[in-house]
């Protein structure tokens, strides 16, 4: 993996056409951006929604088929979901990152599935977690003999159907494993719509700008050709056509932070 990361796609797998059009804007981007490590991000089971009539998605056979499509057309890696330990094995056989949910973080036994692929492992730290609890969580991933792990940051629930970030997590958590800042998922409203979650994405790339000059090794961010008719997070989703800016944005301010990242004021 190359030194920073953005990770990037649809929030769910809706169409294998919604995945091959947000997948060639990453590769297009990928040309642009060559000091840039671009993972592909989608999930095929959206399980923990808010109703039990809103969309999970298509499903793990279907979905893995259309992330190996984006994979092999597009040479791009890959990064999505596992909600139960007997997923570890077939997802690994497509992905390069397994993602554990942030409702998860602190499952063991699906920690030590996704160990034990010998994959890199992205874990989203829980809503409900201080950032010094997620050095319980590296150390369950390096029981279970993986070396490569991200902790992502997205946000801590502050009141009811509302998330506020603590940046000093990213340093926090940097102490542990490499940290990467989930932009769109923390300004997120869980729930806050009644039957479905709401989101104000209007702040997602406020969030991202500060997390970059804080110190992070990747963003994270759920991006879509047309947020508003997403069928999972459109509220928090970046519009596709803005993604080329906001990336050229968060780079130029990391640049500048580089410079100051190590310099201690006590």
């Known amino acids: 993996m190359k030194e920073f990361l953005i990770i990037a796609g649809p929030c769910a797998i809706e169409s ?5 059009t947000v997948a060639g804007k990453l590769k297009e981007l990928e040309s642009k951006f060559k000091e840039v490590e671009f993972v592909f991000k989608s999930s095929f089971d959206k399980a923990n929604r808010s109703s039990i009539n809103s969309f999970r998605g298509h499903g793990m056979e279907f979905g893995l088929k259309a992330l190996r499509k984006v994979k092999e057309e597009f040479g791009l890696k890959i990064t999505t979901d596992i ?29 030590l599935s996704a160990a034990k692929t010998g994959k890199p492992v992205n874990v989203k730290k829980g809503q409900f977690l201080a950032p010094w609890d997620t050095k319980n969580i590296v150390e369950k991933l390096k029981f279970g003999g993986a070396t490569d792990i991200y902790l992502t940051e997205r946000g801590v629930s502050f009141g009811y159907n509302n998330l506020v970030v603590d940046f000093r997590s990213l340093p926090i958590m940097s102490q542990y494993a490499k940290v990467i800042f989930d932009a769109t998922h923390s300004v997120q409203l869980p729930g806050g719509m009644g039957n479905k979650s709401g989101g104000q994405r209007e702040f997602a790339f406020p969030l991202m700008r500060a997390a970059v000059a804080v110190g992070c090794d990747g963003i994270f961010m ?18 596709l056509s803005d993604l080329e800016f906001v990336i050229e944005a968060v780079l130029e301010i990391r640049e500048v932070s580089k410079k100051f990242r190590n310099i201690p004021v006590r």
């Open 16 to 20: 294998e056409e919604l995945l091959m």
């Open 83 to 111: 909600h139960e330990s007997w997923q570890a094995e077939p997802v690994a056989e497509v992905v390069d990152i397994i993602q554990i949910p942030a409702f998860l973080c602190r499952q063991t036994d699906l920690l």
């Open 222 to 239: 759920e991006t879509h050709p047309n947020p508003d008719e997403a069928l999972s997070d459109g509220p928090n989703q970046i519009p």
